[in-house]
């Protein structure tokens, strides 16, 4: 349950209409291949009974979750949907994916044969994805382990093959030698494995023609983070503003918040926000005076942080953007400031800012 603005610290928009809008414009670069969505970690830390329903009015029809906890959660969502588990079989819930009609992806040896003897024992032939290691070396079957189980009258195709996939290790690095590679490989799995749909493309592999195959897969694009290298992300789809508590003077040569890691410059006004990384705004987002840290805008200004993130407030320096009192209002994602921006100054990806994003914040959906 969202917290009432009145007692939020900060207030983040999701805008479902944007992300419905990126999935139509990814799903437009494959028009041979389906497009499904990956909602794992709660949609991207935005809600997963929001994304999923607002992702199958788009259109979407095939979901990927990481547990079988979040694949639940979808199944009340989108009752409809075809729902995956990338992380595989989960402990001794294998009635689970039977009941509610949830397909494991089978990433070794032993999660074929658990699931084929479980389908064995219930007399059903369940579906579930192939999940076969082209580079990544993560999860999935190597070449021989596809091979084997491809082999005709084999027990393990007591479970219907559903999908084969595959993960990217580096597709959203342009040119990556591994990435050709990784095509290759799963060009040569697939013909292990007739007449069974292919899935390759992440949301970097989107954007290459060889590796769309059968179904789209993307993640991280749809929420309006960077997904390739030196391309820029689609629409933005969230927003994080925050209440000016406090404004005070400093006077040159005085620091600011812990470590005493900032030092003014010249007198200065500084703007308190009830913000930490205690909600997910990273703390290695904070200035010093030997780095300048994530971007803040107040009175329509870029303003830069003062000092280290603490777990509750943040300190933004406000002497360049005119009257600022008590009450207004900051942005520290949106008008220009995007998940990439803030992630660069905290030394990681968008990915890791946008799952980050708090459950202290009033959480506003709009379409």
Known sequence: MSIPVSEAGAVLTIDLGALARNWQALAALGPGAECGAV????????????????????????????????????????????????????????????????????GSREDVERFAAFCETIGRRLPAAVHVDTGMNRLGLDLAEAALLAEPGTAALAFEPALLMSHFACADEPGHPLTTRQIDRF??????????????????????????????????????????????PLEPVVRLEAPIVQVRGVRAGDTVGYGAAWTAPRPSRIAVLSVGYADGYLRQAGS??????APVRVNGVICPLAGRVSMDLIAVDVTNAGAVEAGGMATLIGDGIGLDDVAEAAGTIGYEILTSLGRRYHRRYVD
């Open 39 to 106: 909602v794992k970690a709660d949609a991207y830390g935005l809600g997963i009974e929001q994304a999923g329903p607002a992702l199958a009015k788009a259109g979407c029809r095939t979901f990927f979750v990481a547990h079988l906890s979040e694949a639940r959660r979808l199944r009340a969502a989108v009752p409809s949907a075809t729902i995956y588990v990338l992380n595989g079989l989960f402990g001794e819930a294998l009635e689970t994916y039977a009941a509610l009609d949830i397909r494991p992806v089978l």
């Open 288 to 293: 010093t005076d030997r780095k300048t840290g």
């Open 187 to 232: 060009a040569q799995m697939r013909g292990l494995f007739p007449g069974v749909p292919g899935s390759l493309a992440n949301s970097a592999g989107c954007t290459l023609a060889s590796a769309r195959h059968d179904l789209l897969r993307p993640g991280v694009a749809l929420y309006g983070a960077r997904f390739v290298a030196g391309r820029e």
